[in-house]
């Protein structure tokens, strides 16, 4: 092969270099979380004793058969839920605004369908409640984050 031919062959496949792509900020750690999170009480971890106990509680309620044991560790569990996503959500660090706008949506609309009010007027109270719930929350939570 002469030299001739080998130098268009070089030019046919020249070199690709990669196109130069900032690096990613890495991302947070444990010990990135901020201390306004912690609980008053952050030395003792009562939330997940109250974790605990609900499970214990729900795990009792179903073997027993006890309905209100279950619904007992079922609401224990979701306390401990609650609590850690409130914090998160007000201290600005996660928005949690659909778990939180549920609570009063499902709890309002349980009165509701115990107060015997027809199936559409439970699902009106519902939606109406998780809409104005949830958008007073993410403006909260904007607000929060924009300071």
């Known amino acids: 092969m002469t030299t001739h031919k080998r130098k268009r062959r070089n030019r046919r496949r020249p070199r690709a270099t990669a196109p130069q792509v ?4 890495p991302k947070p750690t444990l010990i990135d979380r901020p201390d306004k999170l912690d609980a008053p009480w952050s030395p003792f ?3 997940e004793l109250c974790i605990l106990v609900g499970i214990v509680c ?4 179903l073997i027993a058969g006890e309905n209100l044991v279950l619904a007992f560790g079922v609401m224990l569990g979701a306390l401990g839920g609650l609590d850690t996503s409130a914090r998160e959500h007000f201290a600005g660090y996660r928005s ?3 778990v939180l706008a549920g609570i ?3 709890l309002l609309a349980a009165l509701t369908a115990f107060a015997k009010a027809p199936l559409y007027v439970v ?3 519902l939606v109406l409640v998780f809409a104005g719930a949830g958008l007073a929350l993410r403006r909260a939570w904007a607000a929060k984050v924009a300071t």
């Open 22 to 25: 900032p690096p990613r900020p």
């Open 96 to 98: 949690h605004t659909l």
């Open 58 to 61: 729900i795990a009792v309620g």
């Open 104 to 106: 009063p949506a499902v």
């Open 123 to 125: 699902v009106a109270v």
């Open 45 to 47: 971890p009562l939330v």
